[in-house]
């Protein structure tokens, strides 16, 4: 299966309408989408997918979905379930109000590709990069680490201060 398109680079105005108007003060997974957007594109993972094929799924939106999977501790079906049924999960991936989403097996295949040779680890590596690079992602990471309980009180304990 060659590699799908589209991140979702624009969020379709009816997805933000209704999101914003069902959650005025936002969810975790608006906030992802409006402070780190483009944390992962589908360039990151060109080398994951022949050239020729069948297109899949955007590879970058289903970082996505794996990053706010782990984060809300979801199996693979709920995972996709969000996707079909969540708006706060449409906003944050980009996707239409009617998106149909995807089958939960796409996860796993998704880890099976991410397992291969140091795939995860160069993934880690860019996303760190992006972080640290500046911009409002680094600036929503620093703050988020601020927040947390064994964060440091000063520079040198923060993403991309001195010491890092």
Known sequence: MAMGLGTGRGIPPLT???ARASNPRGTTAMWMRDRLDELFTDDDFADWYPADGRRGLSPARLAMVSVLQYGENLTDRQAAEAVRCRLDWKYCLGLALDDPGFNHSVLC?????????????RLLALMVDRLAAGGPAQAAWAGAYRLHPCAGSNAEAEPGGAGH
């Open 16 to 18: 933000v309408r209704i």
């Open 109 to 121: 295949e998704f880890r099976d590709r991410m397992a291969q040779d140091d795939r995860a680890d």
